[in-house]
């Protein structure tokens, strides 16, 4: 069975703030996502990586794929109060199906005005 | 757009009741899931569906059935419920179950309290 962790699982900071968010496996992921989830609401997709080594942008966030894709972490830089939410990292790994997606258990995010 | 659809949004239910979970998808994709989630143990595939007509069990399957009864609606059955099965039950779809970069869609969720 394959295991995501995620590190830290709470995190709270002030507003401005930077922080950085870890996912990690054992085995060889073929592609990771990360998502995120607001109360009451499903998880939404923010960004696919599939290559080692590969960085993805998107606004203050900032992705990255290990080189030996076990491993993937989220920069968020100059947090604000709306980047507040659970965020999840997903897993495909080459032994299993496609179609089962492995999540981690999650970083609860809180950026405080 | 309305994406995935999931209803009810809230039920409870007694030890032994059943109750069906009902999920459509309008974006015409063929694969459809459901996950629970549950505080510290992240979302866990109960079910999935890769195409209409298929189904196959996922990481945590025991207490459950499930339909997929078109290619938009994939519907999940608890037979006699449990106070374990207490959890926030998820339907997502996704375009095709390839390995790599088809994402999932998620409905709003179904939270279900078994007393």
């Known amino acids: 069975t394959q295991l995501l962790e995620q590190s830290p699982q709470f995190l709270s900071i002030q507003e401005g703030e930077n922080l950085t968010v870890y996912c990690n496996s054992s085995s060889v992921f073929s592609s990771l996502q990360w998502y995120r989830q607001e109360p009451g609401e499903g998880p939404v997709l923010l960004v696919t990586?599939?290559?080692?080594?590969e960085v993805k942008k998107l606004k203050r966030l900032t992705f990255q794929f290990g080189d030996a894709r076990k491993d993937s972490s989220l920069h968020i830089t100059a947090a604000q109060p709306g980047d507040t939410g659970l965020y999840l990292c997903?897993?495909?790994?080459?032994?299993?199906?496609?179609?089962?997606?492995?999540f981690g258990e999650g970083t609860q995010l809180t950026v405080n005005p | 757009n309305a994406g995935v659809t999931q209803t009810p949004k809230f039920q409870v239910l007694k030890t032994g009741q059943s109750m069906t979970l009902q999920c459509a998808q309008d974006?015409?994709?063929?694969?459809m899931y459901w996950y629970r989630q549950d505080p510290g143990m992240g979302l866990r595939l109960i079910y999935y569906?890769?195409?209409?007509?298929?189904?196959d069990k996922g990481e945590v399957p025991n207490g459950y059935n499930v339909s997929r009864l078109n290619k938009r609606e994939f519907s999940l059955r608890l037979e006699s419920a449990a106070p374990s099965q207490t959890s926030v039950y998820f339907c997502a779809s996704s375009s095709c179950p390839g390995p790599t970069t088809s994402p999932l869609h998620f409905g709003n969720g179904t939270r279900l309290t078994v007393t």
């Open positions: 990586v599939v290559t080692g080594g």
């Open positions: 569906s890769a195409s209409e007509g298929t189904t």
């Open positions: 997903a897993g495909t790994f080459r032994e299993t199906s496609g179609s089962r997606l492995t």
């Open positions: 974006m015409n994709h063929n694969s």
